[in-house]
Protein backbone atom coordinates (compact mmCIF):
# COMPACT_ATOMS: atom_id res chain seq x y z
CA UNK A 1 0.00 0.00 0.00
CA UNK A 2 1.46 3.63 -1.12
CA UNK A 3 1.12 6.00 1.39
CA UNK A 4 1.73 9.75 1.71
CA UNK A 5 4.61 9.04 4.36
CA UNK A 6 6.46 6.66 2.05
CA UNK A 7 5.72 8.68 -1.28
CA UNK A 8 7.54 11.06 0.71
CA UNK A 9 10.52 8.89 1.10
CA UNK A 10 13.38 9.98 -0.43
CA UNK A 11 12.52 12.88 -1.83
CA UNK A 12 13.26 16.61 -0.66
CA UNK A 13 10.35 18.13 1.35
CA UNK A 14 9.51 20.73 -0.43
CA UNK A 15 9.17 18.76 -3.65
CA UNK A 16 7.14 15.76 -2.09
CA UNK A 17 4.76 18.40 -0.53
CA UNK A 18 4.43 19.91 -4.45
CA UNK A 19 3.70 17.09 -5.56
CA UNK A 20 0.67 16.54 -3.40
CA UNK A 21 -0.85 20.16 -3.71
CA UNK A 22 -2.67 20.66 -6.77
CA UNK A 23 -1.58 23.01 -9.46
CA UNK A 24 -3.80 26.56 -9.41
CA UNK A 25 -4.79 27.55 -12.93
CA UNK A 26 -3.40 30.85 -14.59
CA UNK A 27 -5.27 33.62 -14.43
CA UNK A 28 -7.42 34.29 -17.41
CA UNK A 29 -6.12 37.39 -19.25
CA UNK A 30 -8.56 39.58 -20.45
CA UNK A 31 -7.37 42.21 -23.06
CA UNK A 32 -9.30 45.22 -23.42
CA UNK A 33 -8.91 47.48 -26.29
CA UNK A 34 -10.70 50.99 -26.97
CA UNK A 35 -9.60 54.05 -28.90
CA UNK A 36 -9.99 56.29 -25.62
CA UNK A 37 -7.91 57.92 -22.97
CA UNK A 38 -6.32 55.25 -20.44
CA UNK A 39 -8.15 56.88 -17.49
CA UNK A 40 -11.01 57.13 -19.55
CA UNK A 41 -11.50 53.39 -18.87
CA UNK A 42 -11.25 53.87 -15.02
CA UNK A 43 -14.87 54.14 -14.51
CA UNK A 44 -16.31 50.92 -17.08
CA UNK A 45 -13.16 48.82 -15.66
CA UNK A 46 -14.73 49.48 -12.11
CA UNK A 47 -17.97 48.62 -12.93
CA UNK A 48 -16.45 45.67 -15.07
CA UNK A 49 -14.72 43.94 -12.38
CA UNK A 50 -17.49 44.66 -9.87
CA UNK A 51 -19.45 42.55 -11.65
CA UNK A 52 -17.34 39.98 -12.43
CA UNK A 53 -16.76 39.38 -9.02
CA UNK A 54 -20.30 39.26 -8.45
CA UNK A 55 -20.45 36.10 -10.56
CA UNK A 56 -17.12 34.44 -8.81
CA UNK A 57 -14.36 35.90 -10.00
CA UNK A 58 -11.54 38.23 -8.38
CA UNK A 59 -9.26 39.78 -9.96
CA UNK A 60 -5.95 39.18 -10.72
CA UNK A 61 -6.86 35.78 -9.10
CA UNK A 62 -9.09 34.53 -11.97
CA UNK A 63 -8.39 36.70 -14.56
CA UNK A 64 -6.26 39.89 -14.99
CA UNK A 65 -6.20 42.99 -17.71
CA UNK A 66 -4.55 43.93 -20.25
CA UNK A 67 -5.95 47.48 -21.39
CA UNK A 68 -4.81 49.15 -24.38
CA UNK A 69 -6.10 52.23 -25.22
CA UNK A 70 -5.26 54.01 -28.18
CA UNK A 71 -5.44 57.82 -26.82
CA UNK A 72 -8.24 59.11 -28.99
CA UNK A 73 -6.26 57.74 -32.55
CA UNK A 74 -8.13 55.18 -33.88
CA UNK A 75 -5.17 54.97 -35.98
CA UNK A 76 -2.95 53.06 -33.35
CA UNK A 77 -5.90 50.47 -32.57
CA UNK A 78 -4.94 47.59 -34.61
CA UNK A 79 -1.14 48.17 -33.85
CA UNK A 80 -2.51 47.63 -29.98
CA UNK A 81 -4.76 44.72 -31.03
CA UNK A 82 -1.83 42.92 -32.74
CA UNK A 83 0.28 42.89 -29.05
CA UNK A 84 -3.03 41.86 -27.29
CA UNK A 85 -2.61 38.91 -29.98
CA UNK A 86 0.77 38.25 -29.21
CA UNK A 87 0.19 38.38 -25.47
CA UNK A 88 -1.95 35.28 -26.09
CA UNK A 89 -5.35 36.92 -24.23
CA UNK A 90 -7.72 34.24 -23.68
CA UNK A 91 -10.17 36.78 -24.89
CA UNK A 92 -10.56 40.40 -25.98
CA UNK A 93 -13.05 43.22 -24.79
CA UNK A 94 -13.08 45.84 -27.38
CA UNK A 95 -15.61 49.02 -28.16
CA UNK A 96 -16.84 50.61 -29.93
CA UNK A 97 -17.16 49.57 -33.91
CA UNK A 98 -13.28 50.84 -34.71
CA UNK A 99 -11.89 49.19 -32.00
CA UNK A 100 -13.65 45.69 -32.57
CA UNK A 101 -13.00 46.05 -36.53
CA UNK A 102 -9.18 46.22 -35.30
CA UNK A 103 -9.37 43.16 -33.15
CA UNK A 104 -11.56 40.94 -35.68
CA UNK A 105 -8.78 42.12 -37.97
CA UNK A 106 -5.84 40.38 -35.54
CA UNK A 107 -7.35 37.49 -34.73
CA UNK A 108 -9.87 34.72 -35.91
CA UNK A 109 -9.42 32.31 -32.92
CA UNK A 110 -9.60 34.79 -30.46
CA UNK A 111 -12.95 35.26 -28.10
CA UNK A 112 -13.84 39.26 -28.70
CA UNK A 113 -16.92 40.28 -26.67
CA UNK A 114 -17.80 43.94 -27.87
CA UNK A 115 -20.48 46.47 -27.14
CA UNK A 116 -21.50 50.00 -28.27
CA UNK A 117 -21.80 48.68 -31.84
CA UNK A 118 -24.67 50.23 -33.81
CA UNK A 119 -25.10 47.22 -36.44
CA UNK A 120 -23.02 44.34 -35.89
CA UNK A 121 -24.42 42.26 -38.75
CA UNK A 122 -23.93 45.36 -41.10
CA UNK A 123 -20.89 45.75 -39.87
CA UNK A 124 -19.11 42.00 -40.70
CA UNK A 125 -18.93 41.09 -36.83
CA UNK A 126 -21.76 38.17 -37.20
CA UNK A 127 -23.87 36.29 -39.95
CA UNK A 128 -27.45 37.34 -37.60
CA UNK A 129 -28.24 38.20 -33.94
CA UNK A 130 -29.33 35.25 -32.85
CA UNK A 131 -26.04 32.97 -34.37
CA UNK A 132 -23.24 35.44 -34.31
CA UNK A 133 -21.23 32.17 -36.02
CA UNK A 134 -17.90 33.45 -35.54
CA UNK A 135 -15.26 34.44 -32.65
CA UNK A 136 -17.93 37.33 -31.70
CA UNK A 137 -20.75 38.16 -29.93
CA UNK A 138 -21.83 40.87 -27.69
CA UNK A 139 -24.43 44.05 -27.18
CA UNK A 140 -25.54 46.21 -30.02
CA UNK A 141 -26.63 50.06 -28.89
CA UNK A 142 -28.63 50.27 -32.42
CA UNK A 143 -27.40 53.46 -32.69
CA UNK A 144 -30.18 54.43 -35.72
CA UNK A 145 -32.98 53.77 -33.15
CA UNK A 146 -31.24 56.10 -30.66
CA UNK A 147 -30.46 58.37 -32.95
CA UNK A 148 -34.14 59.31 -33.96
CA UNK A 149 -34.69 59.44 -30.33
CA UNK A 150 -32.16 61.83 -29.55
CA UNK A 151 -33.93 63.68 -32.38
CA UNK A 152 -37.09 63.70 -31.18
CA UNK A 153 -35.48 64.62 -27.45
CA UNK A 154 -34.38 67.87 -28.69
CA UNK A 155 -37.39 68.82 -30.39
CA UNK A 156 -39.00 68.07 -27.08
CA UNK A 157 -36.32 70.42 -25.34
CA UNK A 158 -36.63 72.93 -28.35
CA UNK A 159 -40.01 72.83 -29.67
CA UNK A 160 -39.25 75.51 -32.14
CA UNK A 161 -36.24 73.60 -33.54
CA UNK A 162 -35.70 73.48 -37.21
CA UNK A 163 -31.96 73.25 -37.86
CA UNK A 164 -29.90 71.08 -36.37
CA UNK A 165 -25.55 70.37 -36.65
CA UNK A 166 -24.28 67.16 -36.25
CA UNK A 167 -20.43 67.50 -35.36
CA UNK A 168 -18.48 64.08 -36.63
CA UNK A 169 -15.20 62.84 -37.15
CA UNK A 170 -14.66 62.46 -40.90
CA UNK A 171 -11.90 59.55 -39.88
CA UNK A 172 -14.12 57.59 -37.90
CA UNK A 173 -15.68 54.23 -40.29
CA UNK A 174 -19.08 55.04 -39.61
CA UNK A 175 -18.95 58.58 -41.09
CA UNK A 176 -20.18 57.57 -44.27
CA UNK A 177 -23.23 56.30 -42.74
CA UNK A 178 -24.02 59.02 -40.41
CA UNK A 179 -23.51 61.32 -43.66
CA UNK A 180 -25.70 59.15 -45.40
CA UNK A 181 -28.68 58.51 -42.31
CA UNK A 182 -28.89 60.66 -40.11
CA UNK A 183 -30.44 63.65 -42.11
CA UNK A 184 -32.88 61.24 -43.23
CA UNK A 185 -33.87 60.17 -39.71
CA UNK A 186 -33.80 64.02 -38.80
CA UNK A 187 -36.23 64.67 -42.23
CA UNK A 188 -38.86 62.56 -40.95
CA UNK A 189 -39.14 65.03 -37.75
CA UNK A 190 -39.18 67.73 -39.53
CA UNK A 191 -36.19 69.10 -38.82
CA UNK A 192 -32.59 70.15 -41.62
CA UNK A 193 -29.41 68.87 -40.68
CA UNK A 194 -26.02 70.46 -41.00
CA UNK A 195 -23.17 67.37 -41.09
CA UNK A 196 -19.71 69.66 -39.69
CA UNK A 197 -16.52 67.87 -39.84
CA UNK A 198 -13.82 68.06 -37.23
CA UNK A 199 -10.92 65.58 -37.00
CA UNK A 200 -8.47 67.58 -34.40
CA UNK A 201 -8.35 69.83 -31.49
CA UNK A 202 -7.77 73.04 -33.60
CA UNK A 203 -10.55 71.75 -35.86
CA UNK A 204 -12.84 72.42 -33.23
CA UNK A 205 -13.26 76.39 -33.01
CA UNK A 206 -14.33 76.79 -36.80
CA UNK A 207 -16.50 73.78 -36.59
CA UNK A 208 -18.70 75.89 -33.87
CA UNK A 209 -18.29 78.97 -36.07
CA UNK A 210 -19.49 77.45 -39.26
CA UNK A 211 -22.66 75.86 -36.92
CA UNK A 212 -23.36 80.03 -36.12
CA UNK A 213 -22.49 80.80 -39.52
CA UNK A 214 -25.30 78.56 -40.74
CA UNK A 215 -27.56 79.31 -37.84
CA UNK A 216 -27.74 76.04 -36.36
CA UNK A 217 -30.22 75.99 -33.41
CA UNK A 218 -28.71 73.44 -31.78
CA UNK A 219 -26.26 70.69 -32.07
CA UNK A 220 -25.49 66.46 -32.28
CA UNK A 221 -22.15 65.48 -30.97
CA UNK A 222 -21.34 61.99 -32.31
CA UNK A 223 -20.11 59.37 -30.16
CA UNK A 224 -16.53 59.42 -30.94
CA UNK A 225 -13.00 58.22 -29.33
CA UNK A 226 -11.76 61.69 -29.99
CA UNK A 227 -14.71 64.23 -29.92
CA UNK A 228 -15.18 62.23 -26.27
CA UNK A 229 -11.65 63.21 -25.70
CA UNK A 230 -12.16 66.90 -26.02
CA UNK A 231 -15.60 67.04 -24.33
CA UNK A 232 -14.56 69.84 -22.55
CA UNK A 233 -13.90 72.20 -25.05
CA UNK A 234 -16.89 71.08 -26.98
CA UNK A 235 -18.93 72.05 -24.21
CA UNK A 236 -17.23 75.12 -23.73
CA UNK A 237 -17.54 76.03 -27.66
CA UNK A 238 -21.22 75.34 -27.15
CA UNK A 239 -21.93 77.33 -24.36
CA UNK A 240 -19.87 80.20 -26.24
CA UNK A 241 -22.16 79.63 -29.00
CA UNK A 242 -25.05 79.78 -27.14
CA UNK A 243 -25.86 76.20 -28.60
CA UNK A 244 -27.63 73.42 -26.84
CA UNK A 245 -26.16 69.92 -27.67
CA UNK A 246 -27.10 66.52 -27.16
CA UNK A 247 -24.37 63.48 -26.90
CA UNK A 248 -24.48 59.83 -26.54
CA UNK A 249 -22.12 59.68 -23.32
CA UNK A 250 -23.31 61.38 -20.21
CA UNK A 251 -19.70 62.21 -19.56
CA UNK A 252 -20.16 65.14 -22.22
CA UNK A 253 -23.08 66.39 -19.82
CA UNK A 254 -21.09 66.37 -16.67
CA UNK A 255 -18.18 68.38 -18.64
CA UNK A 256 -21.28 70.83 -19.05
CA UNK A 257 -22.91 69.79 -21.99
CA UNK A 258 -27.07 69.95 -22.22
CA UNK A 259 -28.12 66.51 -22.25
CA UNK A 260 -26.96 62.57 -23.33
CA UNK A 261 -29.19 59.74 -24.53
CA UNK A 262 -27.46 56.33 -24.38
CA UNK A 263 -26.70 53.43 -22.59
CA UNK A 264 -26.14 53.14 -18.69
CA UNK A 265 -22.70 52.18 -18.60
CA UNK A 266 -22.91 49.73 -15.37
CA UNK A 267 -25.55 47.80 -17.20
CA UNK A 268 -23.15 47.50 -20.13
CA UNK A 269 -20.79 46.40 -17.99
CA UNK A 270 -22.80 43.96 -16.12
CA UNK A 271 -23.91 42.15 -19.17
CA UNK A 272 -20.35 42.17 -20.91
CA UNK A 273 -19.54 40.07 -17.33
CA UNK A 274 -21.75 37.85 -18.33
CA UNK A 275 -20.63 37.15 -21.95
CA UNK A 276 -17.21 37.06 -20.29
CA UNK A 277 -18.58 34.12 -17.90
CA UNK A 278 -19.94 31.85 -20.71
CA UNK A 279 -17.29 31.81 -23.03
CA UNK A 280 -14.47 31.46 -19.85
CA UNK A 281 -17.48 28.41 -19.13
CA UNK A 282 -16.54 26.97 -22.78
CA UNK A 283 -19.13 28.25 -24.50
CA UNK A 284 -18.59 29.29 -28.28
CA UNK A 285 -18.83 33.32 -28.93
CA UNK A 286 -20.51 32.15 -32.07
CA UNK A 287 -23.21 30.36 -30.10
CA UNK A 288 -23.98 33.08 -28.29
CA UNK A 289 -27.27 35.61 -29.32
CA UNK A 290 -25.82 39.44 -29.74
CA UNK A 291 -28.53 41.42 -27.28
CA UNK A 292 -29.42 44.76 -27.37
CA UNK A 293 -28.12 47.48 -24.66
CA UNK A 294 -31.68 48.19 -23.02
CA UNK A 295 -31.08 50.23 -20.32
CA UNK A 296 -31.11 53.64 -21.84
CA UNK A 297 -30.48 57.15 -19.80
CA UNK A 298 -31.88 60.42 -20.35
CA UNK A 299 -29.34 62.57 -18.45
CA UNK A 300 -29.69 67.08 -18.52
CA UNK A 301 -27.83 69.27 -17.05
CA UNK A 302 -30.10 71.67 -15.76
CA UNK A 303 -27.64 74.20 -15.14
CA UNK A 304 -26.40 74.54 -18.15
CA UNK A 305 -29.81 74.81 -19.10
CA UNK A 306 -30.46 78.16 -17.24
CA UNK A 307 -27.23 79.17 -18.74
CA UNK A 308 -28.26 78.64 -22.23
CA UNK A 309 -31.75 80.19 -21.35
CA UNK A 310 -33.75 76.97 -22.18
CA UNK A 311 -36.25 76.32 -19.66
CA UNK A 312 -36.51 72.50 -19.35
CA UNK A 313 -40.10 70.98 -19.92
CA UNK A 314 -41.28 69.58 -16.65
CA UNK A 315 -42.41 65.87 -19.48
CA UNK A 316 -39.10 65.94 -19.87
CA UNK A 317 -37.04 65.88 -16.35
CA UNK A 318 -39.92 63.20 -15.92
CA UNK A 319 -38.14 60.75 -18.44
CA UNK A 320 -34.27 62.15 -17.35
CA UNK A 321 -32.92 59.18 -15.23
CA UNK A 322 -30.38 61.89 -13.73
CA UNK A 323 -30.67 65.93 -13.35
CA UNK A 324 -27.67 67.71 -12.55
CA UNK A 325 -28.29 70.92 -10.98
Known sequence: MITRRSLSVGLPLGLALASLTPAQPRPKVIGWLNPFLSADNDKGGEQFFAAMSTLGYVKDKHYHVEL????????????LAEQLVRLKADL???????????????????PIV???VADPVRSG?????????????????????????RFELM???LPGLTRVAILANP??????????RWPLLAEQLGLRTLLVAAKTRDDLGPAFNAMSELRAEAAIVVGDAFLWNERQLIAELALRGHLPTMFTFVEHV?????????ADTADVMRRVATY???????VKPGDIPIEQANKIDLVINRKTANALHVIVPPALLLQAERVIE
Do not use: C, W
Open 68 to 79: RAAEGRNERLPA
Open 92 to 110: IVAAPTDAVIAAQHATADI
Open 114 to 116: FFS
Open 125 to 149: FADSLAHPGHNLTGLSNFAGDLNTK
Open 155 to 157: KQM
Open 171 to 180: TSSFYPGIAS
Open 254 to 262: EAGGLMSYG
Open 276 to 282: VDKIFRG
